[in-house]
């Protein structure tokens, strides 16, 4: 970004751990969803580092799930990208954009409210310098 080198590693490397939001956001297509903590916590089921101020998780990381889990983030579909064996599907949660991966037969539909529950176990947090926790140094 502006000429300088923000994460050199494998592409897997810094898909999976991203260095900062810029390398989370520009690798991967669609990008990771990164979300303002003020705005959208994170699910209940993770603990925020006291210095985070954004997570992210990437789409193919949420999942549809039951509208009583105590985990779900509700979201309101806006459009669906069928893209032959998934499809990817856009909204909004609490202001915030945000993209998901389904099987191509998953009943989603512009304007319903879908519950969606993220992988604990690829969720990011990052700073307010945008550098991904525990990346600080």
Do not use: K
């Amino acid at each position: 970004r502006d000429g300088a080198v923000e994460q050199v590693g494998t592409p897997e490397t810094l898909y999976a751990t991203p260095r900062n939001r810029f390398v989370a956001q520009f690798l991967g297509s669609p990008p990771m969803n990164i979300m303002a903590l003020a705005e959208l916590p994170a699910p209940s089921s993770v603990s925020a580092p006291a210095s985070a101020t954004h997570w992210g998780i990437r789409p193919e990381h949420l999942h549809p799930c039951e509208d009583h889990d105590v985990h779900a983030i509700p979201v309101r579909v806006v459009h669906i990208e069928r893209v032959g064996g998934s499809h990817w599907v856009h909204g909004s949660a609490a202001g915030q954009g945000v993209c998901l991966q389904t099987p191509a037969g998953h009943p989603a539909q512009p304007g319903q409210l879908l519950h969606v529950r993220a992988q604990e176990s690829h969720i990011h947090f990052f700073n307010s310098q945008g550098l991904r926790i525990p990346e600080i140094s």
